[in-house]
């Protein structure tokens, strides 16, 4: 017995020697920029991306004179642009499989909302639903997670087969929301509970085996919400309760943490995670805003070693939006020259010569 117990303490102190160089090598990560293409109708107004696949392949929408329209990049960059729905005014896609499919959802001129799932093809379909929903997120397996207004507001899961599945409440909440889903089927979100006094409040809430739970259960007030998980089951989320600081936080079974901003930062926002990674946005002291990673607790700016095709110098890397498991991440670069959005993959390097 007593050598199980010595073979169990070797193994548990190994993987938290792994875990702990692999977070290590994070924290040194350099990267290369890759520049996402855009059509040349996009180039005055932009492009945002939101979501990136295993294999590098990005996914977002791009603005023309009038309306946004869903778009896919490639590994190297190169545009791709998935159909659209004949009476779609706006759409937007959240999220991308390793097999290429996507979701999402678009409007109509009745400011009705409809989620979406594209095929590998770029051909979307409605998802059922009632005339209201939008799609946040999906899994490998193309099962995609998001929101239903048939009745109060509620999370919901669309299956690859076409069967829909209502999550349960967690107890108290009146409405909630799925926003991510991770590999073994765990789902986060968010629910709407009431204050002893009447007053409404935002909560984040993890589904495991489709079982509702409150990340905060002590939480009576304010609107923080669950974002990302991990396959590991952590998850990060945001406060964004008005008139406060922007504040991201991380959560691991039942621990909670609070994560830190830049040096004398008004917020930040967690966006994303890997296995050793947590990336997002954080403003500096005069507002700006920066795209970021966190390791250890402590956050980083994300500045990237070389760019391709050109160089980032006439702007802001502003926003990290999401990190695959091979520590590619999807970001925003803000230019000073024009008012919109470029769309950039941050590739890890070793080395700057790595890149050359």
């Not at 929903?133 to 995609?144: E, H, K, R």
């Not at 069967?163 to 968010?190: C, E, K, M, S, Y």
Request: hydrophobic share 40%; with cysteine; charged share 10%.
């Amino acid at each position: 017995m007593r050598s199980l117990v010595l073979v169990a303490a070797t193994a548990a102190a190994a993987a938290l020697a792994c875990n702990a160089q692999a977070q290590t090598q994070a924290h040194q990560m350099q990267y290369q920029a890759v520049r996402l293409q855009m059509a040349d109708v996009y180039k005055t107004t932009g492009c945002v991306v939101n979501a990136i696949n295993a294999t590098g392949w990005t996914a977002g929408q791009c603005k023309d004179a009038t309306h946004w329209v869903p778009s896919m990049w490639d590994p190297q960059g190169n545009q791709v642009l998935p159909a659209t729905m004949p009476n779609a005014l706006d759409t937007y896609v959240n999220g991308i499989n390793a097999g290429g499919e996507l979701a999402g959802w678009y409007r109509t001129s009745g400011l009705i909302s409809h989620a979406l799932r594209w095929n590998a093809t770029g051909q979307p379909a409605v998802l059922a639903d009632s005339g209201n929903s939008t799609a946040a997120a999906l899994d490998d397996s193309g099962n995609v997670v998001g929101l239903d207004f048939s009745g109060p507001p509620q999370a919901v899961v669309w299956h690859e087969d076409g069967t829909v599945l209502r999550l349960a409440f967690p107890t108290g909440a009146v409405n909630t929301a799925a926003t991510a889903i991770n590999a073994v089927g765990t789902i986060v979100g968010a629910g709407v509970f009431q204050a002893s006094n009447g007053t409404p409040y935002t909560s984040p809430v993890i589904w495991k085996r489709l079982v509702p739970s409150r990340l905060m259960p002590d939480q009576t007030s304010g609107i923080i919400g669950a974002d990302a998980v991990n396959g590991q089951g952590i998850v990060v989320g945001n406060d964004s309760t008005p008139n406060a600081t922007q504040t991201p936080y991380e959560w691991k079974g039942t621990t909670t943490a609070q994560l830190p901003g830049l040096s004398g930062g008004t917020g930040a926002m967690a966006a994303a995670l890997n296995s050793n990674l947590i990336v997002g946005s954080a403003r500096d002291s005069t507002g700006t805003p920066f795209a970021v990673k966190w390791t250890f607790g402590k956050v980083q700016k994300l500045q990237p070693v070389t760019v391709m095709p050109r160089s980032l110098q006439d702007g802001t890397l502003a926003t990290a939006s999401a990190i695959n498991a091979n520590g590619w991440i999807a970001a925003g670069y803000l230019s000073n020259t024009a008012p919109f959005n470029r769309p950039v993959v941050l590739q890890p390097i070793t080395t700057p010569a790595d890149a050359e």
